[in-house]
Nanobody, 127 residues
Framework: QVRLVESGGGLVEAGGSLRLSCAAS????????MGWFRQTPGTEREFVAAISRSGGSTYFADAVKGRVTISRDNAKNTVYLQMNSLKSDDTAVYYC????????????????????WGQGTQVTVSS
């Protein structure tokens, strides 16, 4: 079992930045790939970014590429999502997710390939 706790959400003006954090516990952190997803009311949860178990590979949705970075600190069991140049379209609840079963790029884009989810943190971008 893996417990994920997100933090760092909030209200920011368009063009601003936020860094989300997700602290994991309950399983060896280096045995799980990590991802971030987001969801707005009435829509499907969508992929934002993912990072491999070692942190050596990262993957991004086209909508955020160039504005978002994902990183992990395996010593702190924490994954980060740095978001810059925020737009109103980035407003959503952001969820951290962990995949114990999959590691490769082909799999980490799909929410069904994640085994554990955090409770979500709200990001609101005002225009």
């Amino acid at each position: 079992q893996v417990r994920l706790v997100e933090s760092g959400g909030g209200l920011v003006e368009a063009g601003g930045s936020l860094r989300l954090s997700c602290a994991a516990s309950g399983r060896a952190f280096t045995s799980i790939a990590m991802g971030w997803f987001r969801q707005t009311p009435g829509t499907e949860r969508e992929f934002v970014a993912a990072i491999s178990r070692s942190g050596g590979s990262t993957y991004f949705a086209d909508a955020v590429k160039g504005r978002v970075t994902i990183s992990r600190d395996n010593a702190k069991n924490t994954v980060y999502l740095q978001m810059n140049s925020l737009k109103s379209d980035d407003t959503a609840v952001y969820y951290c997710a962990a995949s114990a079963r999959f590691a490769g790029a082909h799999y980490l884009y799909a929410k069904n390939n994640y085994d554990y989810w955090g409770q979500g943190t709200q990001v609101t971008v005002s225009s």
